[in-house]
RNA sequence: GCGGGUGUGGCGGAAUGGCAGACGCGCCGGUCUUAGGAACCGGUUCGAAAGAGUGUAGGUUCGAGUCCUAUUACCCGCACCA
């Protein structure tokens, strides 16, 4: 059979959608199995070909559960908010609406033809009003739980976008999206408090199929430490609170810093000698936007308050205070003790402005450097805690500091609330008007959603409002409560918002009275298997899980986690094992692939490129392989002949089966195509095989190249779709050869090998191998030590 | 600096502690061709060979790419979080 994988390809295509043979079943007596891929931002540039890997591989996952019987949820949609869509339709002066349109009609066609196994039924786009409305649902739930309130705070800002920034959309100072320099401003804001769930997003990771370097990533992010708050004394009379995980080391603390943000700044203006020093210092570090800070990490600035000092709470002693951009406002109490003995950071502060360095832990120099080594060192110069390990030391000076009510155990997290608004057109309207009577109130649920109105301008404005604030029509409404004038909030929710809960609406997709019926989300959910890139760990994977406990914990939801097992993709890189990018012009256009080669031929190599979870670079030469693999597949139906089995390919056969059964479920897809291609190497070299061997094959094969093997399946006889048949099963038996040939090693170096029946017993073996001419050669006239023989595997001879 | 990961032929990569280099690319030789950047067949870690060989140095073991210790290089994430 020639192979002709354009008219295959579209002939399965076609039949694949008359039949709607991928439709997950609204059946819940079946076992189900719900697999989700990371939906696309359809942008104006396509797909390049880093997009199909991860669908091709659970597509390949969602196909071998399908044929093992189980009702499979594997549903596509659309992430379409956002900044990229807004900045093109201001450029070009078309509504945003339009473009996004256009871009998921130029994706769709382009995953339709790569035969994924999606339920287009299903099909969802976050910027559809029946959709949206109930993403601003949940954003009321956590509207009335408290779990959503507007703060005024510096917020990080990008100048090129005029948009507010979430701390996971900064990246080493710059916009993540656009690389442009991100400055701090003052603003008011919409929160949610995922800080609230901290320790739940922490704790609930432990029972979770995740890799490994999800959960710690997730971990360090949410960054949890315990420690102690401490109060100190001032000679002002009031008293300056901090945090530290160091308690151990209170007899060290020689003097004392707050953040150039500390409150106490400007409560102390009439004491401080120097306030308009201090005041000076402040703006400076105002100013300094976050990618000036991090350069400047090792050299210590800072100013000491004249006028102000502490009391060490444990010595008595008097200590400076100083103000260094060192300290963070926004951690702990923005305010620390310093011990420079023990920490680095005080260490090279206290040289600077030639402080005492107490050693309070003996074990190091700390004349030279800071000793911070928690495990091996002893408390000295610390009156009661003298003597003891660190460990010891902690818990006992928490303790002292509860029982003489200055200081308490507290536990503290890196990770902040989420802020929640953007000044942008393109993104779902917060469904909250404000009224000078009532504050903010939420819109009735009952009218939700509430539409995204028509503009004739998205521009962002200079000032950073919203540009819906300019639509006085709109803005303009009546309090839900009280019914009085009131004004809409302007600002719009994330690109985040859509996304953190999508995976739901799979599961009842057209429901308009609940994001999804209690029935449909208590038999589908949780989701089963979730692949996407590590890129979303501390951003998409953390706000979903969030959300997913909120639900939970207002009944929406039975399971308190909405993921089972957490995969990631390599990147696919360009040629030159650059990242592909427009600007290094290495991109590859999956289309040119399928035009060239075929949809199965890409989807193979795609899966044969290398281990699924590492990177690789695209090479263009060995997408050839795979074709070949393919023509000379389609090239069996000629060769296959009569039904049965042949002898030569039973055990063969099994060990197939049973290896391609077991990789796919571990991710080996490479390995699982390098069997097949030396079962094919195996069928050719006998030049034999018969028509249900070959329907047997197609059926493996069928996951990873759904439209050739249709069409080899219908050849050789068969009804029905290979897509919808059973998977085959394979007997364990026959997956061992009758003979093993066994190396025989004398001391550790291979010297021969001898063929023996598997179940050829110790004594066989060691018969077997002495008989061996070279091995008899070896052990003559030597005396042996020790003689190893694991059957079926080696032969190992020491002698001397 | 902290956390995680990775080092195997010319290349992508295989190897439950048991014959390192499966499978594929590329390359070399051949067959068929007016032709070959098509197809098919054979070969291909290095070395003429003995032998050597999985970043480097040790260790455990009858046996180590795999386990342990140290070291080095690269990649990813976080980064003054007290």
Redesign the pocket.
């Known amino acids: 059979m020639k192979y002709d994988y354009k008219s295959i390809e579209a002939k399965w295509q076609r039949k694949w959608e008359e039949s709607n043979a991928f439709a997950a079943h609204n059946d819940y007596s079946k076992p189900k199995f719900f697999a989700l891929v990371e939906f696309p931002y359809p942008s104006g540039n396509g797909l390049h070909v880093g997009h199909p890997r991860p669908y091709t591989a659970l597509d390949i996952v969602s196909r071998k559960k399908r044929m093992q019987g189980y009702n499979v949820l594997f549903p596509m949609g659309w992430d379409a908010f956002g900044l990229p869509t807004e900045n093109f339709a201001i450029k070009n002066h078309i509504h945003p609406r339009i473009v996004t349109e256009r871009n998921v009609a130029r994706f769709k066609g382009q995953l339709k033809s790569l035969g994924l196994s999606f339920d287009w039924n299903r099909e969802i786009n976050t910027t559809d009003p029946s959709y949206y409305k109930w993403t601003q649902w949940i954003f009321l739930q956590l509207f009335k739980r408290g779990l959503a309130y507007k703060k005024k705070m510096s917020v990080n800002f990008c100048t090129s976008c005029k948009v507010v920034l979430a701390?996971?959309e900064?990246?080493?100072g710059v916009c993540e999206r656009c690389g442009s320099e991100v400055i701090h401003k003052v603003k008011e804001q919409w929160m949610l408090k995922i800080t609230e769930y901290a320790d739940r997003l922490i704790d609930d990771l432990a029972d979770l199929d995740f890799i490994?370097?999800v959960k710690?990533?997730q971990i360090?992010?949410i960054?949890r430490?315990t420690?102690a708050e401490v109060d100190f004394k001032t000679t002002a009379g009031d008293t300056l609170r901090?945090?530290?995980?160091?308690a151990d080391t209170l007899y060290g603390a020689t003097y004392m810093?707050i953040?150039p943000e500390h409150e106490y700044i400007d409560r102390w203006k009439q004491v401080l000698q120097n306030y308009d020093e201090v005041l000076a210092y402040r703006d400076a570090a105002a100013k300094k936007s976050?990618f000036e800070?991090?350069e400047?990490?090792?050299?210590?600035?800072g100013v000491r308050l004249d006028g102000v000092r502490a009391i060490n709470p444990i010595t008595g002693l008097e200590i400076p205070i100083f103000v260094?951009?060192?300290?963070?406002?926004?951690?702990?109490?923005?305010?620390?003790?310093?011990?420079p003995a023990h920490?680095?950071?005080?260490w090279?502060f206290a040289k600077k402005f030639d402080l005492p360095i107490i050693e309070v832990i003996a074990g190091g120099d700390v004349e030279n450097a800071a000793f911070t080594d928690v495990e091996s060192g002893t408390l000295v110069n610390s009156g009661f805690l003298s003597g003891l390990s660190v460990a010891e030391a902690k818990e006992k000076m928490i303790s002292y500091l509860a029982e003489n009510g200055i200081g308490m155990k507290k536990t503290?997290?890196?990770l902040r609330d989420w802020v929640f608004s953007r000044q942008r057109y393109w993104g779902e309207p917060i469904p909250l008007v404000f009224c000078e009577k009532c504050g903010w109130v939420a819109i009735p649920e009952d009218q939700l959603p509430l539409t995204l109105p028509d503009v004739e301008s998205y521009e962002p404005t200079s000032t950073g409002e919203s540009p819906l604030s300019a639509m006085t029509d709109w803005v303009n409404c009546t309090c839900p409560e009280c019914g009085g004038a009131a004004k809409r909030e302007t600002d719009t929710m994330p690109q985040w918002a859509g996304s953190s809960w999508y995976f739901l609406r799979y599961c009842d997709p057209t429901n308009d009275m609940a994001l999804a019926a209690k029935e449909a989300l208590d038999y589908w959910m949780p989701v089963d298997w979730y692949n996407g890139g590590?890129?979303h760990?501390?951003l998409h994977l953390l706000y979903s899980r969030f959300w997913a406990k909120v639900l939970y914990d207002i009944g929406v939801l039975s399971e308190k986690e909405p993921y089972l097992k957490r995969t990631s993709h390599?990147m696919i890189l360009g040629e030159n094992?650059e990242?592909m990018s427009k600007s290094r012009g290495n991109v590859v256009n999956p289309d040119d692939i399928v035009n060239e080669y075929g949809a199965d031929t890409m989807r193979l190599y795609e899966m044969?490129?290398?281990?699924?979870e590492?990177?690789?670079?695209w090479?263009p030469?060995?997408?050839?392989?795979?074709?070949?693999?393919l023509?000379?597949f389609a090239?069996l139906v000629d060769l296959a002949k009569g039904s049965g089995t042949s002898e030569a390919l039973v055990r063969p056969m099994h060990k197939l089966i049973k290896k391609v059964t077991s990789d796919i479920d571990e991710m080996?897809f490479?390995?699982a195509?390098?069997?097949?291609?030396?079962f094919?190497?195996e069928v050719?070299?006998n030049a034999a095989i018969t028509c249900d061997e070959l329907s047997v094959f197609a059926k493996l094969l069928s996951p990873f190249a759904p439209h050739l093997a249709e069409e080899v399946w219908e050849k050789m006889g068969n009804s029905g779709l290979v897509s919808l048949s059973d998977w085959p099963s394979y007997d364990e038996a026959l997956t061992k050869d009758n003979t093993?040939?066994?190396?025989v090693?004398i001391?550790?170096?291979?010297k021969s090998?001898v063929s023996l029946p598997i179940d050829a017993d110790k004594e066989a073996i060691l018969a077997a191998a002495k008989a061996d001419e070279r091995i008899a050669a070896a052990i003559l006239g030597k005396s042996i030590v020790?003689e190893?023989v694991?059957p079926?595997?080696?032969?190992?001879i020491?002698i001397r």
């Open positions: 701390n996971e900064v990246v080493n490994e370097k710690t990533q360090n992010w960054g430490s420690g901090i945090y530290t995980t160091r810093v953040a976050d800070r991090t400047l990490v090792k050299e210590k600035t260094s951009d060192y300290v963070l406002a926004g951690y702990g109490t923005g305010a620390i003790m310093a011990v920490d680095e950071r005080d090279d503290n997290y890196k590590m890129e760990t501390t390599g094992g990242k044969f490129i290398g281990d699924f590492k990177s690789a670079p090479n030469q060995s997408i050839k392989g795979c074709k070949r693999f023509d000379r090239s080996k490479n390995t195509i390098a069997a097949m291609m030396a094919q190497n050719y070299e093993v040939e066994m190396p090693q001391n550790g170096k291979v090998t020790k190893i694991v079926g595997k080696i032969i190992n020491v």
